[in-house]
Each structure stands twice: as C-alpha cells, then as structure tokens.
C-alpha cells in the first residue's frame, strides 16, 4: 500500500464513531523488591514488597486504547465492570481518552473487574495473578449490554466485539440476542474477534489467526502447529463463504 493511500485513510478515520464491546479488562504490574520484605511477626511466612505497580488497559480495553490513538471522531464502550478499585481505575483511564461509558455497567455482586495481575521480581514474570474469571452476568446486565449495543448499531460507522475471556457469556442466549440485532443492522460493520465464540456469530466480518480460522473448520490443530498458506487460505475462504 502506497504512503498517500495510507494518509488518506488515517485522515478519514477523524469522521469515524466507533463502537467497541467486549471483554474490558486490566493489566496490574507489580514489581516486586526483595529488598523490601521481611518476615512476617503473625504467619512467620516471608512478605514480598513491591517497589512499584502501574495499571494498563487490557483485552478489549487495550483495543480503545489503539483506537484512541487514530483520534476518531467518537468512541464509546459496552461492556462490565465489578464495582472494584479495578473497574473504577479502567473508568479512569477510559476517561482520559474521552470514551463515553454510558454503557460500560457496573455489576455490583458476583462480578470482578477481569484484571491480570503480573508480579515482576528481578525483571522475570511470576505466576499470574487473575481476577474475574468466576465472573456471573446477570439478565439485567445483558439487557443494558443489549441496549447499548442496539444504540451502537444506530450511531456508530462500526462495531468492534472483541471477546477473550473464557466463559465471559454467562447466558449464552446473549448471543442469539446479539445476532438478531446484528441481522436487522446487516448493512452495518460488525468486526468480531472471538476467542472462544466465534462460530455462533452470524452477520459479522471475522477477524482471525490461522489457528483460530482452522477451528472454525472443525480441523484440529494444536498450538504450535504450523499452516501453509494454501491451508490459511482455503480455511479464509470457507468462512467468508
């Protein structure tokens, strides 16, 4: 692609509104200090003191965060939060990049902000630390989801779903919901990538790896296997189809 095809369309996303659901999350990165602890007078155990911790955006909050950056014309998110000190930090951040939350609830019981908490000790990632993955969304959490959706549909120039979290549908008739206001908005941009789901939208553009594009075959392939073209293209052809 020439440089002045490239311009032309970073120009023309300025006019853009777009509309992001999906799994919000945060990345927390404590960086841990053994210079800092010490044993502990209740348990006798050793502490581990963190010298110094950051917050990022993460999953689809990170995906805002690059859309923020091509400085569109509007971006709103719909998705939840847990009514933690994550979910008010994602808030925060989201905030900042003057994203409109209208639909970003807050689900006050059984629902944590999804946050992966990444010790660094030495410069080396320790064990993960994940929060949110015994998540349960409530009916009237997928109503709200639902309507901010359907607002989305109206107002944006596209959606973008974006989904990472295992078992982050809790009420997987939320899918059907969602693909019969996909199917009414058909002239719509819908992009979907799904890491667990991908097979039960319909109406929608898919944005996959070639692992992920295999699957959607029914072809069982592991991690490390490695595609030829010819395959990754026949898999793309399948699923457009």
């Known amino acids: 692609m020439k440089e002045e095809r490239i311009n032309e369309i970073l120009a ?28 502990s007078v209740e348990t006798g155990l050793q502490a581990r003191a963190i010298a110094e911790h950051y ?45 409109d939350t209208t639909y970003l609830v807050v689900q006050k019981e059984n629902f944590d902000t999804v946050t992966f908490g990444k010790p660094y000790l030495e410069g080396s990632e320790q064990p993960r630390i994940d929060f949110g993955f015994f998540n349960e969304r409530t009916e009237e959490t997928d109503r709200a989801l639902l309507d901010g959706i359907a607002g989305a549909l109206k107002s944006a120039d596209a959606l973008i779903v974006n989904q990472q979290v295992p078992g982050s549908f809790t009420n997987e ?57 010819a395959d990754v293209k026949k898999y793309a052809r399948a699923n457009s189809a």
């Open 12 to 39: 023309r996303i300025k006019n853009v509104k777009i509309a992001v659901y999906g799994d919000f999350c945060v990345d927390a990165y404590w960086l841990l200090d053994a210079r800092g602890s010490e044993v």
């Open 55 to 99: 917050y990022s955006l993460g999953g689809a909050s990170n995906v805002v965060a690059n859309i923020a950056a091509l400085e569109p014309a509007a971006i709103q998110v719909i998705g939840v939060v847990g009514d933690d000190i994550f979910g008010r930090e994602l808030r925060r951040q989201f905030h900042e990049l003057n994203v």
């Open 173 to 229: 008739s939320f899918i059907d919901r969602a693909n019969a206001l996909f199917e009414q908005c058909a002239d719509k941009i819908v992009l979907l990538d799904s890491r667990h789901y991908g097979h039960k939208f319909k109406n929608i553009y898919r944005k996959t790896n070639d692992l992920e594009a295999a699957h959607l075959n029914n072809v069982d392939v592991k991690l490390d296997d490695v595609l030829t073209l």
